[in-house]
T-cell receptor
Framework: TQLLEQSPQFLSIQEGENLTVYCNSSSVFSSLQWYRQEPGEGPVLLVT?????EVKKLKRLTFQFGDARKDSSLHITAAQPGDTGLYLC????????????FGKGTLLTVNP | NAGVMQNPRHLVRRRGQEARLRCSPM?????VYWYRQLPEEGLKFMVY????????ESGMPKERFSAEFPKEGPSILRIQQVVRGDSAAYFC???????????FGPGTRLTVT
């Protein structure tokens, strides 16, 4: 059974700080996706990474896929209250990466 | 461009009743996936469907649960004779045929009393 461990589970910081959250597995994934979920809503796709060592930037968010495609990190620069939410990583497997395995998420709170 | 639509957003059922959850994929998407999110747990894959075909139902409980995606109309996740343990948020996602990225709907929160 493939598992994704996310850390930390909870993170509370002040506006303007930088942070990094992690997603680790003992399994290799064909692709890895990061989502953000707000209370009462569905996950919203942020990025997909598919190549070992790949780095993608989305404004203040930087995503990295490990060389061995077993782990990933999300770094946020100068966090803002609007970044508050549950950050989920999901690994794709199966012939077309359709069967996503989700971590339990990191609940980020950015205080003004 | 409308996103993935799910209804109802909240559903309350008594033990033993049936629950029907509906999902309309994004325009142009032909693949539908259902996931379940239990309290304190991550989302778990249940089933993957294309029009009129179940591709992978390896995450579906063996009894009481079924899913369909007819030629016309939304995808339906059906839970017969619900029990308290079925209380959860059920999310539907859809993807375009080529890229495969999944876009999620807002979910249906099922409460079994």
């Amino acid at each position: 059974t493939q598992l994704l461990e996310q850390s930390p589970q909870f993170l509370s910081i002040q506006e303007g700080e930088n942070l990094t959250v992690y997603c680790n597995s003992s399994s290799v994934f064909s692709s890895l996706q990061w989502y953000r979920q707000e209370p009462g809503e569905g996950p919203v796709l942020l990025v997909t990474v598919v190549t070992g060592g790949e780095v993608k930037k989305l404004k203040r968010l930087t995503f990295q896929f490990g060389d061995a495609r077993k782990d990933s990190s999300l770094h946020i620069t100068a966090a803002q209250p609007g970044d508050t939410g549950l950050y989920l990583c999901a690994g794709g497997s199966g012939g077309s990466n359709y069967k996503l395995t989700f971590g339990k998420g990191t609940l980020l709170t950015v205080n003004p | 461009n409308a996103g993935v639509m799910q209804n109802p957003r909240h559903l309350v059922r008594r033990r033993g009743q049936e629950a029907r959850l509906r999902c309309s994929p994004m325009k142009g998407h032909s693949h539908v996936y259902w996931y379940r999110q239990l309290p304190e747990e991550g989302l778990k894959f249940m089933v993957y469907l294309q029009k009129e075909n179940i591709i992978d139902e390896s995450g579906m409980p063996k009894e009481r649960f079924s899913a369909e995606f007819p030629k016309e109309g939304p995808s339906i996740l059906r839970i017969q004779q619900v029990v308290r343990g079925d209380s959860a948020a059920y999310f539907c996602a859809s993807s375009p045929p080529v890229r495969g990225e999944q876009y999620f709907g807002p979910g249906t929160r099922l409460t079994v009393t």
